[in-house]
């Protein structure tokens, strides 16, 4: 490299995208899976398709400020238009492609959009539904045509087309594009997220380049991601993490982003990309193994015994080879022979053969499904973060992974835990501000630039790693006095295949209850190989033979939960079975998949009633929104269960 | 005829200018044995719409689509296409003059992915030697190249990416039935027909399906001939209908029009026949 800038000249999104196309101008940055085709754009023709797009942009009028909604799959174009949205001096507002017009309506209305690139006829039309609501909308862009043929183009474009306009008015656009690239800098804002909160409506977390570009640096030098490395982009475009892989990461050092062909094919796209880096929340490896348990189930016996007795013994040996751990000779040979005839070609299968780092966050993950991943020699870790600080506030070091814990501080980020048990963290990537709402800015983030998370956790004085209990504001006390922090239950109870969600209730009340969402392809696969006919997912969960292995659960984890002095309190009496799934459409969850506790407590009001007043069942008339908007209803009997409690293990009185 | 009058209306209930007759069926007649399937029936297909043939079990709705489809070959009347007196042919020459068709009970090749069942649908396209083909050189992996693009942008607009290399006998109906179409689809079809296309469906791959044989309207111009039982879907997505109850037409029309229809009525609530 002869003319090699100071690392710190790298300032911005847009300068980064500089860099690259001088330093690794042929390599790959973007493929995407079209016509079952790999098509691949080198960093040079990313360069050039986001180049005329920002052209486009200042043909259209974009004024330096201006938030530029983006709506749609991972998908090149769409990235090229987030960047192209910087160059020309606006703010990329990437939204969830699944939330409805209304959810929609509410973010493109609080952030003044005054355009948006919209990736197919589903999104264009969502937003035109609202478009009453929007007088500030001018113009919409799409990527893909198909359906559009019919609508007016006074309002509507093509991404081709708005680049040709770009590219024709190149002699007076490109001296502003010029101008407005040369102001920018490490203040400047570099993009703006909504998070979907688990309580009340989204706010605009409003992030600078400083921000994302030291995240991404610090969080890059950390894992010695090179260049040529490689990630699927998969999760919502809306979604931080995607925001700092995808982009933050990619643009500081160089690497490529592969898009999927669409969301059903990603397993495949995966095997076939091989990426190197890997990020999946905790839902996505359970899945996975459940798919992997439920299809060696069908295998014969002697694949059967082979499975079981590799994964035996990488179980035992795989964790420790990962961490350099010494392990001795005979059993590398045999993890080594393991490794050939069962490990290798299972990860070839889930395509991780290359993953030379893996990431999971977002919720707690199983011990076992942990364990599973890195006894396959699979480098998984775990991180802990949030939008307001650009991800990462701790991470985990090689060598020293565990399940229970989230890390320790990630590079240049300092945490503290205040008498309320809340973790605060300042670090390089804590947020400016939320957009157009100083009250909540300033109930998070403090004058010293401190930011309370909202999640309860301790510093584990021997490690220094921090562990999260729960969310500080739902960790409470029972009726009895004892703790009740129900996401640590939920999670215990989750860890089961056949349990998909599990919400649980409890705080000043006498005893703790529990909803459960069954797992649809785990007991399915069950009801399939143990002659149970069900029509819908409604009857499966009703199965009296479902609630008997659910029941088992239960008390596995009341028993486990006994030998924990804290939370013996926190065992289950009763539970019932959900009749539907908790589906972000009707607000239970949020898009990233977090359960809104309230809305469920207030939804299911004559449910949770039930649980504590005796009854054995009880009949309740649901409300649904289906994907389109429209509503309907659906009405179920709910059994309710009595579960086992196990006895107190009380060993010191003193310690709670 | 009031009805022949209404079926000569020149736009689309939403609008849309109806093309030039694409297809007219002349007293059609046509007979098995002492059975009479149909009786002398006319209609005629325009360009560019979709054409719903509706009626009861029996009202010889399939035999018609197999008359259209050169399957049958009637007894008495004439087929006029684009324009000229249509000569009995074998289904694959009919194939050649660009009518495309999918099947009440799917057709598949169970055991072949739904990649290979679709491309057989480009084979009025394959013109290659057999020389060529063993060879693989020159013409046939020129052709190949290009009808495998052709496939691959039906499965790209049918959504199927996720099942191209699934055995369709592994598939579930819904999706079988999209395989189906698309590969009618892919022989870039003038006039496409489908027998009962949502047949046996829930409400949800009607909804798909509907929006598919629309999006095909619209998107490739294809021009569309269907029987469907599911009255809410005809009525929504047809432009024309034509009725048929016992081998005989009892009405013609638009949509709105065949629901006032008062022989149409009785047809679908079960009045007593006079013969």
């Known amino acids: ?656 | 005829m009031s009805e022949s009058q209404l079926a000569a209306a020149d736009t689309t209930p939403d609008g849309r200018p109806l093309g030039g007759t694409l297809m007219e069926m002349k007293n059609i007649t046509l007979r098995f044995g002492g059975v009479v399937a149909i009786k002398d029936i006319s209609f005629d297909i325009r360009e560019g719409e979709i054409r719903a043939i509706i009626g009861p079990n029996g009202a010889g709705k399939s035999s018609m689509l197999n008359v259209i489809n050169g399957f049958y070959h009637p007894q008495e009347g004439e087929i006029w296409y684009r324009g000229a007196r249509r000569k009995a042919m074998k289904p694959y020459q009919i194939a050649k003059l660009g009518i495309a068709r999918t099947f009440q009970n799917i057709a598949l090749f169970k055991g072949m992915s739904t990649l290979d069942n679709i491309m057989t649908g480009r084979f009025t396209h394959m013109n290659a030697s057999l020389f060529s083909q063993i060879l693989w050189h020159g013409k046939a992996a020129r052709e190949e190249n290009e009808n495998r693009e052709k496939v691959e942008r039906i499965i790209d607009f049918l959504e199927i990416q996720s099942i191209r290399k699934t055995p369709v006998g592994r598939l579930p109906y819904g999706l079988q039935k999209r395989v189906e179409l698309g590969r009618a689809l892919v022989a870039e079809p003038s006039l496409l027909l489908l027998d009962e296309p949502m047949a046996g469906m829930n409400v949800e791959e009607k909804e798909d399906m509907s929006r598919f044989i629309l999006d095909v309207n619209e998107e490739f111009g294809t021009t569309i001939a269907l029987i469907e039982h599911d009255m809410g879907v005809v009525m929504d997505i047809s432009d024309r209908v034509v009725v048929l109850d016992y081998g005989r037409k009892i009405g013609d029309g638009t949509p709105d029009e065949v629901r006032g229809n008062q022989a149409v009525i009785d047809a679908y609530l079960g009045v007593p026949h006079d013969d």
């Open chain 1, 1 to 656: 490299m002869s003319s090699h800038k100071r690392e710190n000249a790298y300032e911005t999104v847009p300068q980064l995208l500089a860099r690259n196309v001088h330093q690794f101008g042929n390599n790959p940055a973007y493929r995407l899976k079209e016509l079952g085709i790999w098509q691949s754009w080198t960093w040079a023709e990313s360069a050039a398709e986001i180049d005329s797009m920002a052209l486009g942009l200042v043909d259209l009028g974009l004024e330096v400020g201006d938030h530029v909604a983006i709506i749609g799959r991972n998908h090149p174009v769409l990235y090229w238009a987030m960047v192209a949205v910087q160059c020309a001096g606006g703010v990329p507002v990437p939204l969830y492609k699944d939330s409805g017009s209304e959810e929609m309506a509410f973010v493109l209305e609080h952030c003044d959009a005054r355009f948006a690139f919209a990736e197919d006829q589903e999104q264009v039309d969502k937003i035109m539904e609202v478009a009453e609501q929007l007088p500030k909308l001018e113009s919409l862009v799409f990527v893909d045509p198909r359906g559009l043929r019919k609508y007016g183009r006074e309002k509507l474009r093509h991404y081709q087309d708005l680049q040709a306009a770009g590219r024709h008015a190149r002699d007076t656009a490109a001296a502003v594009l010029e101008e407005r690239l040369q102001a920018q800098c490490a203040d400047t804002t570099a993009v703006m997220l909504y998070t979907s909160g688990t309580t009340g409506r989204p706010k605009g977390v409003v992030l600078s380049n400083r921000n994302v570009v030291q995240a991404s640096k610090l969080s890059a030098e950390f894992d010695s991601l090179r260049h040529d490395d490689s990630v699927l982009a998969y999760l919502p475009m809306a979604w931080v993490g995607d925001f700092v892989f995808s982009i933050g990461q990619a643009y500081y050092t160089g690497f490529c982003v592969n898009c999927p062909e669409s969301a059903d094919t990603m397993q495949a796209d995966l095997r076939e990309i091989g990426p190197s880096y890997f990020f999946a929340p905790p839902r996505y490896f359970e899945g996975l193994l459940t798919s992997v348990q439920i299809r060696m189930e069908d295998a014969s016996r002697l694949k059967k015994w082979l499975f079981k007795s590799a994964m035996a013994h990488a179980r035992a040996v795989g964790p420790d080879l990962l961490d350099g751990k010494p392990v001795g000779a005979w059993d590398r040979l045999k993890y080594a022979l393991c490794d050939y005839l069962v490990i290798g070609p299972l990860k070839n299968t889930l395509g991780m053969s290359r993953v030379r780092l893996g990431y999971t966050a977002g919720e707690a993950i199983g011990p076992d499904i942990f364990d599973f991943y890195r006894a396959l020699g699979i480098n998984l870790k775990q991180l802990y973060g949030q939008t307001e600080a650009t991800v990462f506030i701790t991470i985990q070091p090689d060598g020293e992974v565990r399940a229970d814990t989230v890390g320790v501080p990630a590079p240049e980020v300092e945490i503290r835990i205040d008498d309320k048990d809340e973790v605060h963290y300042r670090s390089p990537g804590t947020f400016i501000e939320y957009f157009k709402n100083p009250e909540s800015t300033a109930s998070t983030k403090d004058p010293e630039g401190w930011v309370a998370t909202g999640d309860a956790g301790f510093i584990e004085e021997d490690t220094g790693h921090l562990r999260i209990i729960d969310r500080a504001k739902d960790v409470g006390k029972t009726a009895t006095g004892d703790m009740f922090a129900p996401k640590f239950v939920e999670n215990k109870i989750k860890f089961y295949p056949d349990i998909l969600e599990a919400v649980v209730f409890g705080a000043d009340r006498d005893r703790c209850t529990a909803f459960i969402n069954i797992d649809l392809t785990a007991v399915g696969n069950w009801a399939e190989r143990n002659n149970v006919a069900y029509a819908s997912y409604q009857e499966l969960a009703g199965h009296p033979r479902v609630a008997e292995i659910i029941s088992s659960h239960i008390e596995t984890v009341n028993r486990s939960l006994a030998e924990d002095e804290m939370l013996s309190g926190c065992q289950i009496h009763r539970f019932l079975i959900l009749h539907k799934e908790l589906d972000p459409d009707d607000g239970e969850i949020t898009r990233t998949r977090k359960v809104r506790r309230r809305v469920v407590e207030e939804r299911y009001a004559d449910l949770l009633d039930a649980l504590y007043n005796g009854s054995e069942n009880v009949h309740v008339e649901t409300e649904v929104t289906y994907e389109d908007g429209r509503k309907g209803s659906i009405s179920a009997d709910i059994q309710l269960h009595d579960a086992v409690i196990a006895d107190r293990v009380r060993t010191v009185e003193s310690a709670a």
